[in-house]
């Protein structure tokens, strides 16, 4: 096994950094790593915005609920972003492309791209030795987020990356089996695989360093969707026209 494999498998989300700032250098190492990505047709259709600013810092950290939006080396926000795009085009092309950039294929394209380089970004950070934190809380309020952003239409926010030197050594997460995740030809539901996971995540979550109780994966995801969360998104994406088609 080779150390870029080595490195991705032993991946797990780091919550508690310390309080050194990400240099100018780690921070464009980190961008370009993301701009190395695949992208669909050459669109590269997102954009990443630093936070910086203290204020906005702290407001996305009272969208989120969650203390290291604020307390971390650098914050990411990752952006479908069609407004680039479209403004690149003159009067007459824009009209006409309008019906592409708000369709469902082309809102899909812009999360895509933007997901494979925010991963690109976060191997290039784990890689310099940082830890890093996917933030799917910041949608909790995506309307407050897009306003503090100051997002324009063919844009909008998808999910936060905080970055920084790791305060904490914590305990890597069990996944899936294999195959439960993977399929040859034609799906396969394999509730036996599920099953055996729920035994798996049960004794980690009894055995973990901290913060242990009694637990397993499928009562995890039940407890969460038993109620409906964010129901806000699919009105907001349209109001941004994208997704309306």
Not at 123 to 150: F, H, K, P, W
Not at 159 to 168: R, S
Not at 195 to 201: I, M, P, V
Not at 227 to 245: E, G
């Amino acid at each position: 096994m080779n150390t870029t494999i080595e490195q991705i498998l032993n991946h797990r989300s780091i919550r508690q950094f310390k309080d050194k700032k990400l240099s100018s250098e780690q921070i464009e190492t980190i961008i370009s790593a993301g701009q190395a990505a695949s992208t669909s047709s050459y669109y590269q259709a997102y954009s990443i915005i630093g936070i910086t600013d203290p204020e906005k810092k702290q407001a996305l950290k009272e969208v989120s609920g969650q203390q290291y939006v604020e307390n971390n080396g650098h914050l990411f926000v990752f952006c479908a972003d069609l407004q680039r795009i479209y403004q690149s085009q003159p009067d007459e092309i824009q009209s006409a492309m309008r019906t592409n950039l708000q369709s469902t294929e082309f809102f899909m394209m812009s999360v895509i791209d933007a997901t494979l380089a925010a991963q690109n970004c976060a191997l290039a950070s784990e890689s310099m030795g940082l830890g890093i934190c996917y933030l799917g809380s910041l949608r909790n309020d995506i309307q407050q987020v897009n306003d503090l952003l100051e997002l324009p239409y063919y844009v909008t926010p998808l999910f936060g990356l905080a970055v920084g030197v790791p305060k904490e050594d914590t305990d890597k997460k069990p996944r899936l089996p294999f195959q439960s995740i993977y399929h040859e030809n034609v799906y396969v539901n394999n509730q036996e695989a599920v099953e055996a996971f729920d035994e798996t995540t049960k004794e980690y979550y009894q055995l973990r360093g901290s913060n242990t109780r009694e637990d397993t994966w499928s009562s995890q995801i039940g407890r969460k969707l038993k109620t409906p969360m964010r129901m806000d998104v699919a009105s907001f994406i349209q109001s941004k026209n994208l997704n309306k088609h």
